[in-house]
């Protein structure tokens, strides 16, 4: 699941930014994406004056990355990282389900 959440922000920062920025830049937060539990606030910061690429996961180190007064842009991922876990959750229920029961149900994201 981890590496379809970090798919999720290459291609959101790509989409962002450039695919050559994404390329460039993702080696900075890209292993990161392993330790990261989908939920609650999940947003990448891209300095465009220094370069570089951060993930925020609260709203102060949001404000941290942000409140220095260079150009940046937030890329907000914490709702599709959720999305992302609950399609994964409902793949799981239908495949556990005894054969003549599987069908795709609606699995909420805790």
């Known amino acids: 699941m981890s590496d379809a959440v970090e798919l999720c922000g290459l291609k959101a920062f790509a989409d962002a930014t450039s695919p ?9 937060v ?3 994406f392993a ?3 989908p939920r609650g606030q999940l ?3 891209f300095d465009e004056q220094f370069f570089s690429v951060a993930i925020a996961r609260t709203g102060d180190e949001l404000r941290a990355l942000v409140a220095h007064g ?4 937030v890329i907000a991922l914490g709702e599709t990282a959720r999305e992302i876990v609950r399609a994964f959750r409902r793949v799981a229920a239908v495949q556990s389900s005894p054969p003549g029961q ?3 149900r609606d699995v909420r994201a805790s």
């Open 30 to 32: 890209g292993s990161q």
């Open 102 to 104: 599987r069908r795709p």
């Open 43 to 45: 947003d990448l910061v």
């Open 35 to 37: 330790s990261i539990l």
């Open 70 to 73: 260079r150009l940046v842009r």
């Open 20 to 28: 050559q920025i994404a390329k460039a830049l993702w080696p900075q």
